[in-house]
């Protein structure tokens, strides 16, 4: 007959002639497996083996400097980083993204989403010396970018001698995306016009008398979500 013994874990038979050794979650280290084989005759022997059980190597991934973009005009990219997986070296590292494309090697990549794709998982699969694998997910999150509209209350504007020449700005048009909400405006122009309130959506710019040349004025908007866009427009004074 047959008798089993481990140091670890439970066997499902001890006296069968295959049983399975079951180690309980996380066990790492050593362990001795005996067999005692015993004839009719009750003669006996004894083989003892020892298996070496190592950890399972554990995956960690994330995105720096977040795991959250403003989209951009050509696609947005991220930065994974894997850095703080652990288990027995060399480790290798495999990734892969449910939408878009992977550039680079090792424990650290860039993932580039394309154009208008809202949301990815990147997912690596760290596998260690002993070929043992692990595995991390990292979800990344675009938000579009806000919709700036720039205008003039008009293209040309005629000044009278000496009188100082004036455009209203209006950004109203502007919106924001993907449930976002614009927070701020901020104008510029060129020239040497003053801009009675670069902050607002609606506003004037005032030039000094005598005044002429043709001129740009640029909007950016700020949404909820951080991201930004811009516009511009011209105008003439004569």
Do not use: Q
């Not at 020449?165 to 976002?180: C, F, T």
């Amino acid at each position: 007959g047959f008798a089993w013994t481990s140091t670890a874990g439970s066997l499902s038979s001890a006296s069968g002639s295959r049983p399975v050794l079951t180690l309980p979650p996380g066990f790492a280290g050593a362990v001795d497996v005996t067999l005692t084989v015993t004839d009719a005759d009750g003669c006996a022997a004894t083989l003892s083996r020892r298996v070496d059980v190592t950890p399972l190597p554990v995956a960690a991934a994330a995105a720096l400097p977040s795991a959250e973009a403003c989209e951009g005009a050509s696609g947005t990219s991220f930065d994974i980083d894997a850095t703080a997986s652990t288990g027995v070296a060399p480790l290798t590292y495999a990734w892969s993204v449910t939408s878009g494309s992977v550039s680079g090697t090792g424990s650290r990549v860039t993932v580039t989403l394309p154009p208008g794709a809202a949301a990815a998982t990147v997912t690596v699969v760290v596998t260690d010396a002993n070929g043992c694998t692990s595995s991390a997910d990292v979800p990344l999150v675009v938000h579009p970018a806000p919709v700036a509209d720039a205008r003039v209350a008009s293209a040309t504007v005629c000044a009278s001698s000496g009188s100082e020449p004036s455009v209203d700005l209006d950004a109203s048009g502007s919106s924001a995306r993907g449930g976002a909400s614009i927070v701020s405006y901020a104008w510029s122009v060129t020239g040497p016009g003053t801009i009675a309130d670069p902050a607002s959506a609606t506003t004037t710019v005032t030039y000094p008398a005598d005044t002429s040349g043709t001129f740009t004025a640029t909007l950016v908007v700020t949404d909820s979500s951080g991201c930004t866009s811009s516009a511009s427009s011209t105008f003439t004074v004569r």
